[in-house]
């Protein structure tokens, strides 16, 4: 662990202090204030009229009952949460995540992230986060609609096109999008597309939505390996989880010559030496919402193809030159990271949102593998949503080759912009340095120039 600074220090207790028993909300904050020890000596004013302070505080924050009603009639309840952290540079924006585990301190370290990632993307949204404790898994498609409108019904007051744009992230695709935008629509008697991202083509999504923050975690790795005279040609690559940001990683790396061999949902991991078959898996997840373990179910056992359970094996001991965790926060733990490091690992892209512990992120970086933090990594994806914002503004609709050439150009200027960063503040290489530095000098730029808010 970095030492901090006196007055960094002070802050991250205050924030400690504050918002207690939110183990994942200090966790975002302390690694932001471990890089900012280097701005604050280079530039002390930015420490100056508790901006650090402010930027760690959360501007507004929304909880609230979810109530519903099964398919036995039992009525049920969950818990609601909108977090929205910083709109100095926009309207609030990020995903909606819909998952047992949700807490006000898991939506607080997403909205604090998310603030960074935006302000990285160089477009004009602020950040927020939300969901619910609420679990689709076994859900029926009515219960996930009932579900859906009653959240809206209260989240509806406090979101807007101008005010706080959410979309999807763990639990909530397309689907799920649709039923809100629906109750959305209902309650307020206006289309207002811009309100939701996310959405299905044919009622105002983008093109390229759906994968463009698998693409866009493979842009960057592809960057990185181009930066030692080299690329995804060959390799093989583990990539966690088997949702959206997985399944889109896969299809993107193997368009790119590598050779995606493992991946996993909470159930346990399936290796494939011949190379996941993506289509299989977009069937079992897409379509029938099933287990992982049905690729091997139907593939058959041998082959080269094996399927471990959770508690079991970790999907980090399959050997890989690539590594992308993209299911949630801390799954890649320091005994993952130095299994990896031995099998001679040489780039890890976080396409989920802090998969890798601070134990984890040290040994990558001591051993030389390239590291691309989650915050840069991942932000294909909200930038695509900002695109989406900006079709919906120009009731217009790009084609699917001029949004991938808008996501590439921005995945290519993040990672520039992260390098160049870290180059300037003495750690070469360093894109977690340079991510946290390059988001937080423009949103404490933007307050600034915005007064005291
Ligand atoms: P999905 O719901 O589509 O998929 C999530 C995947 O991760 C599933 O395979 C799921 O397995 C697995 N998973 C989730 N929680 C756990 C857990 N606690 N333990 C083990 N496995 C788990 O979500 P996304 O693909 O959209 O999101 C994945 C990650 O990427 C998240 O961290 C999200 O915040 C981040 N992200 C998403 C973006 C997006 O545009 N969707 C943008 C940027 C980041 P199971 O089905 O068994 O639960
Ligand atoms: O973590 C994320 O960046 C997302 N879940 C996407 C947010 C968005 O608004 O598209």
Redesign the pocket.
């Known amino acids: 662990m970095v030492q901090l600074d006196e007055r960094l220090e002070s802050i991250l207790a205050e924030v400690i202090r504050r918002n207690a028993g939110e183990s994942e909300f200090h966790q975002a904050v302390r690694e932001v204030l471990e890089s900012l020890g280097r701005v604050v000596a280079k530039r002390p004013d930015f420490a100056e009229g508790a901006l650090i302070e402010r930027i760690c505080e959360p501007e507004r924050q929304i909880i609230f009952r979810v109530p519903w009603v099964d398919d036995q009639n039992q009525v049920r309840i969950n818990r609601g949460f909108r977090v929205q952290f910083n709109s100095a540079l926009g309207p609030y924006k990020g995903?909606l995540?819909f998952?047992p585990?949700v807490n006000v301190g898991i939506i607080k370290f997403?909205g604090f992230e998310q603030t960074f990632k935006n302000a990285l993307t160089g477009m004009p949204i602020g950040g927020g986060k939300g969901g619910s404790d609420f679990d689709p898994?076994g859900r029926s498609e009515g219960e996930i609609m009932r579900f859906c409108q009653s959240f809206m019904t209260e989240l509806y007051r406090h979101i807007g096109e101008y005010t706080d744009v959410p979309?999807?992230?763990?639990?909530?695709?397309g689907r799920e999008i649709g039923f809100m935008f629906g109750q959305y629509k209902r309650l307020t008697n206006r289309y207002e597309a811009g309100v939701l991202t996310?959405k299905a083509l044919f009622y105002g999504g983008s093109r390229a939505r759906t994968e463009?923050?698998g693409y866009g975690n493979t842009y960057f790795v592809q960057s990185m390996l181009g930066t030692k005279g080299t690329s995804f040609e060959g390799k093989k690559v583990v990539v966690?989880?088997?949702?959206?940001?997985?399944?889109y990683s896969h299809e993107k790396v193997t368009s790119f010559g590598g050779k995606v061999v493992a991946m996993?949902?909470?159930?346990g991991y399936i290796v494939d030496e011949n190379g996941i078959d993506l289509k299989l898996i977009k069937e079992i997840?897409e379509v029938r919402r099933a287990?992982?373990s049905e690729y091997l179910r139907i593939k058959g056992e041998g082959k080269g193809i094996y399927f471990v359970k959770?508690g079991e094996g970790s999907i980090w001991d399959v050997p890989c030159d690539v590594a992308m965790p993209?299911?949630?926060?801390n799954?890649l733990t320091g005994k993952d990271a130095k299994t990896l490091v031995k099998n001679g690992v040489q780039a890890v892209g976080e396409?989920?949102?802090?998969?890798s512990t601070p134990e984890a992120i040290r040994i990558f970086q001591e051993a030389g593998v390239l590291f691309a933090p989650?915050k840069a990594a991942?932000?294909?994806?909200?930038a695509t949503?900002a695109l989406e914002m900006q079709q919906n503004a120009s009731r217009d609709s790009w084609s699917f080759a001029q949004t991938e050439a808008r996501l590439a150009a921005i995945m290519a200027s993040i990672h520039d912009n992260c390098a160049a960063t870290a180059d300037e503040y003495g750690a070469p290489g360093d894109y977690v340095l340079g991510a946290n530095i390059a988001g937080f000098v423009r949103v404490a730029e933007s307050m600034r120039a915005l007064g005291v808010i």
């Not at 979309?167 to 695709?173: L, M, S, T």
């Open positions: 995903g995540r998952h585990s997403l898994k979309a999807g992230d763990i639990g909530v695709g996310g463009a923050t966690s989880g088997s949702g959206n940001v997985a399944i996993s949902d909470s159930s997840k287990r992982i959770a993209s299911a949630t926060q799954e396409g989920a949102n802090m998969p989650g991942n932000a294909g994806g909200v949503s």
